[in-house]
């Protein structure tokens, strides 16, 4: 069996995103792997029942959370100790932008925590669940305690 080479650490900046960043980080150093690490920013649908999606604040807002997402990223990248052509910034489908990032960057390994924002205590976060049902690579779920 071949040792993993290059790994994806998904981060959401949530409070447990550090136990999952250390786990992948550990991971990483063990196997002497390749670290890279991806956030994706929800993508923020502004509608108005009459006339649809309201264009220009949303394009205002998002290109507003893009950069406030990138320097939390770079942030957690340096302490990680990655480099930018490794740091991923997606807008879109969470699972659907992890997945498809770590086919085009050939990571072998996934690291996701079981849960973030959005989950639920015992439950695999959806997140953990899209990503485990669409990636082609092996897929590691940070067990996390709470929601
Ligand atoms: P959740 O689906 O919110 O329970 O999140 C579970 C895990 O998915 C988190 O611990 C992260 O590893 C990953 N994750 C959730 N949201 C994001 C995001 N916006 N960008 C990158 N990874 C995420």
């Keep these: 069996m071949n040792n993993y080479q290059h790994i994806l650490l998904a981060a959401d900046f949530s409070e447990h995103g550090e136990t999952v960043a250390q786990k992948a980080h550990y991971l990483a150093t063990k196997y002497n792997a390749k670290l890279s690490v991806i956030h994706i920013v929800d993508y923020l649908p ?10 220009p604040f949303d394009l205002d807002l998002n290109e507003e959370l893009m950069n406030t997402a990138k320097k939390r990223l770079a ?4 302490k990680l100790s990655i480099p930018a052509d490794r740091q991923f910034l ?5 699972a659907i932008e992890i997945v498809e990032t770590a086919e085009e960057q050939h990571a072998d390994l996934i690291v996701v925590g079981s849960h973030g924002r959005h989950g639920l205590a015992l439950l695999l ?7 485990l049902h669409h990636a082609k690579c092996d897929v590691l779920a940070v067990r996390l305690q709470g929601g």
Excluded: L
């Design 90 to 94: 997606e807008m879109g489908s969470t």
């Design 125 to 131: 976060g959806s997140t953990a669940n899209g990503v």
């Design 75 to 78: 942030d957690m990248a340096k």
């Design 46 to 55: 502004i509608t108005d029942a009459a006339y649809g999606p309201v264009i």
